[in-house]
């Protein structure tokens, strides 16, 4: 069984940065690892993708130049780099590990 739990979501003004992490417990090591995000009234869209040795990487078209998805392996812990972040970006954030375990969620809002 596979436990993930986000952090760091946060309030920031639009221009603004914040890194987000989802630390797992059980085996994420062959994982892809991924983060969605929801806006409210929306569907959850796909942000970014990362495979288990970290080669093979997918942004979405919106996110792509911004956000920088990564993992640490050996901490079980994936990352969120989000800069330049715009009101659009608010969301909540999902971290999923083979599109089959989900966190539950952390808040991002972003204010213009």
């Known amino acids: 069984q596979v436990k993930l739990v986000e952090s760091g979501g946060r309030s920031v003004q639009a221009g603004g940065s914040l890194r987000l992490s989802c630390g797992a417990s059980?085996?994420?090591?062959?994982?892809?690892m991924g983060w969605f995000r929801q806006a409210p009234g929306k569907a959850r869209e796909f942000v970014a993708t990362?495979?288990?040795?970290?080669?093979?990487?997918n942004y979405a078209d919106s996110v792509k130049g911004r956000f920088t998805i990564s993992r640490d392996n050996a901490k079980n812990t994936v990352y969120l780099q989000m800069n330049s972040l715009k009101p659009e970006d608010t969301a909540v954030y999902y971290c999923?590990?083979?599109?089959?375990?989900w966190g539950q969620g952390t808040q991002v809002t972003v204010s213009p």
């Open positions: 999923a590990a083979d599109s089959t375990y």
């Open positions: 059980g085996w994420i090591r062959s994982s892809t």
């Open positions: 990362v495979n288990w040795s970290g080669d093979s990487i």
